[in-house]
């Protein structure tokens, strides 16, 4: 069975950074796009950014400039790095090979001061 894992996140501060992991129980590196989607409470889950496999990358308006997505292959590993961080990015972060229907369970990011 494949896996995908998240890791990384927590209770961060107004202002403050997060590094979210995301590791696969299989090589990724076949893997053409993956993406880390939010759901804050309440809503709905959305898009936060996605990786293809040639790095090329997308990023929903709310977090350009802020949040940067990086894949490491040879680790199998999918990070999301979050910097000033808002009381809006609050919410559960999956790690998700969409085009193949592949999720994680999540991690909680809490941005609260």
């Known amino acids: 069975q494949v896996q995908l894992v998240e890791s990384g996140g927590g209770l961060v501060q107004p202002g403050g950074s997060l590094r979210l992991t995301c590791a696969a129980s299989?090589?990724?590196?076949?893997?053409?796009?993956l993406a880390w989607y939010r759901q804050a409470p309440g809503k709905q889950r959305d898009l936060v950014a996605s990786i293809t496999s040639q790095f090329s990358t997308n990023y929903a308006d709310s977090v350009k400039g802020r949040f940067t997505i990086s894949r490491d292959n040879a680790k199998n590993l999918v990070f999301l790095q979050m910097n000033g961080l808002q009381a809006e990015d609050t919410g559960v972060y999956y790690c998700s090979a969409p085009n193949m229907d592949l999720w994680g369970k999540g991690t909680l990011v809490t941005v609260s001061s």
């Open positions: 299989v090589t990724i590196f076949n893997l053409r796009t």
